[in-house]
């Protein structure tokens, strides 16, 4: 059998055509630890949840370092509703309050607006979870947790995958944001991880050097949602009537860093994931789903492990257990684009069609501006032989991160492609003002473009206009003598030309 492996964004085998893979979520990323022993407070765990960490370390820190604080009803709801159902809101249930006393600021620290900002980001609703989160920051302005949780919001790719394209993305702001974050919690390697990511290279291996120092049980680095772009990637799948290897007896190889987590503590969920990975490796099926279903108990409201089962149900042919996990994806974060994408790749794969437009539809309809929804609506459109469709939906998108870039440069470079896209799309379909019109736009912004101005004498051509097309040729031919298709397109407007005037002296 081929070994099934999705770590790190490696490609897997599943279905008949087209799946869109989140490769990120094998791929187990990495953040953050605290060495000191203090109980945690509310406000801690609420801001690790809303930093990323995943509700099974923070299980952990619960058993190990204890509660500070008498756990209400209330804070248990606050705490399911950022994700924390499972191992977490157990242990919270039965941990008894320190007797350790604590600090004033820990006793008077409202959560109120960081459970809030956590419960957004959990359900994926980035842009709704910004006004929280800063708002948090002034309700606790002695805690680095709001400050950690906002800056996690400001980085160059949202947490659902999507490429942010607002003003408000700004690099200085994130790196001074987890500047005031270290000076408040120094002793927290998951902030120097980041502060990292923000630096140039020497500054950025001093703040990992702390950060591993730090991280005093080698757990919390590896313990935190990724802080860049969940990997996705299309892969083509086997025939249907193929089939997987049968069941090995074969034993896994777990490796020393899985071993050692499970020995800290056996009740992560990423030890299950990475069991699953391994019995997948030797085709142990039953027990790779035995293993999901223990992640999953710890962890049932982690959109991740639903992807990864969905992507393994994939690989065995299973459809209705894989969309069952990829609807319970969206259920848990309905507002990720990530999951929404992967689940209509998956039903127009099947034949979903309606449905798979529906949903990316709706998508587009919450995100006008993403980039990733509208790419993936426009090739189903084309996939259904709809290029009008397709042709609609790139000016909607276009037109809606045109309205975010305030500079048209920028917003040229980031769209492209699409741009691009759209004027051959144009021109395939006999809209030769239109598309002509879109040759020149881009003309404006790279006028050193060889292909450009080859693609637009071509629209040139079939309009007819001859003695223009050559000109946009041999400017193609100028910027890159080796492109032959500018020289047989001369040949051909020399042709036509030639015909022409013998029709004309007829």
């Known amino acids: 059998m081929d070994r099934l ?4 964004g490696q490609l897997f085998r599943a279905t008949k055509r087209r799946i869109l893979v989140l490769g990120s979520f094998f791929l187990l990323a990495s953040s953050n630890a605290s060495a000191q022993k203090v109980p945690l407070d509310q406000t801690e765990i609420l801001g690790r949840l809303a930093a990323g960490n995943t509700p099974s370390y923070i299980a952990h820190l619960v058993k190990t370092r204890g509660v500070g604080f008498s756990v209400s009803q209330e804070f248990l709801y606050r705490v399911k509703l950022a994700g924390g159902e499972g191992i977490l809101a157990e242990r919270l249930l039965s941990a008894e309050q320190s007797g350790q006393p604590q600090s004033v600021s820990m006793t008077e620290a409202r959560f109120d607006r960081l459970a809030r900002c956590a419960e957004l980001l959990h359900v994926g609703a980035t842009d709704l979870a910004q006004k929280e989160c800063r708002i948090s920051i002034e309700e606790n302005p002695n805690s680095p947790w709001p400050l950690l949780a906002t800056a996690r919001l400001l980085q160059h790719y949202d947490l659902t995958g999507n490429s942010v394209e607002t003003s408000g993305e700004s690099p200085e702001e994130r790196r001074e944001l987890l500047r005031r974050a270290a000076a408040l919690g120094p002793n927290l390697a998951m902030i ?36 860049e772009i969940p990997r996705v990637g299309y ?22 860093e899985t071993a050692r987590h499970l020995e800290v503590d056996p009740d992560l969920a990423s030890n299950h994931r990475r069991l699953a990975l391994r019995y997948l490796q030797v085709g142990d099926f039953e027990k790779v789903e035995n293993e999901f279903a223990e992640a999953i108990r710890l962890e ?56 798979a437009v529906n949903e990316l539809q709706n998508l ?41 870039y305030r500079d048209q440069d920028k917003f040229v470079e ?5 741009l691009t896209r759209l004027a051959r799309l144009l021109e395939e379909s006999r809209e030769l003002d239109a598309a002509a019109e879109q040759y020149l736009f881009l003309l404006r912004y790279a006028p050193d473009s060889a292909v450009l ?6 629209v040139l051509l079939e309009q007819r206009k001859l003695d223009q097309a050559v000109d946009e040729y041999n400017e193609a031919i100028r910027l890159d003598p080796g492109l032959s298709s500018a020289q047989d ?12 005037d013998t029709s004309i002296a007829q």
């Open 453 to 458: 101005h080859n693609d637009y004498g071509n």
């Open 414 to 418: 980031a769209r492209y492609t699409d």
């Open 235 to 256: 892969v083509r799948g086997e025939d249907e009537d193929s089939d997987p290897a049968a069941s090995s007896n074969e034993l896994p190889v777990i490796d020393p």
């Open 300 to 355: 049932p409201d982690n959109p991740a492990i639903r992807s990864d089962l969905a992507v393994y149900y994939l690989s065995r042919h299973n459809r209705e257990q894989a969309l069952a996990e990829l609807r319970e994806g969206v259920r848990i974060m309905p507002f990720g684009i990530v999951q929404r994408i992967f689940l209509a790749e998956t039903l127009e794969s099947f034949g979903y069609t309606r449905e």
């Open 5 to 8: 492996l999705s770590a790190a």
């Open 489 to 500: 397109n001369i040949g051909t407007c020399l042709a036509m030309k030639k015909n022409l």
């Open 192 to 227: 120097h991880q980041a502060l990292a990511m923000t630096l140039d290279s020497g500054q950025a291996s001093a703040e990992l050097e702390n950060a591993n120092k730090l991280d005093a049980e080698q757990l919390e680095l590896s313990e935190t949602t990724a802080w």
């Open 364 to 404: 587009t309809s919450r995100y006008p501006a993403a980039t990733a929804a509208s790419a993936s609506l426009v090739e189903l459109y084309l996939e259904q032989k709809k290029p009008q469709a397709a042709i609609e939906e790139l000016h909607r998108s276009l037109k809606a991160s045109s309205l975010i």
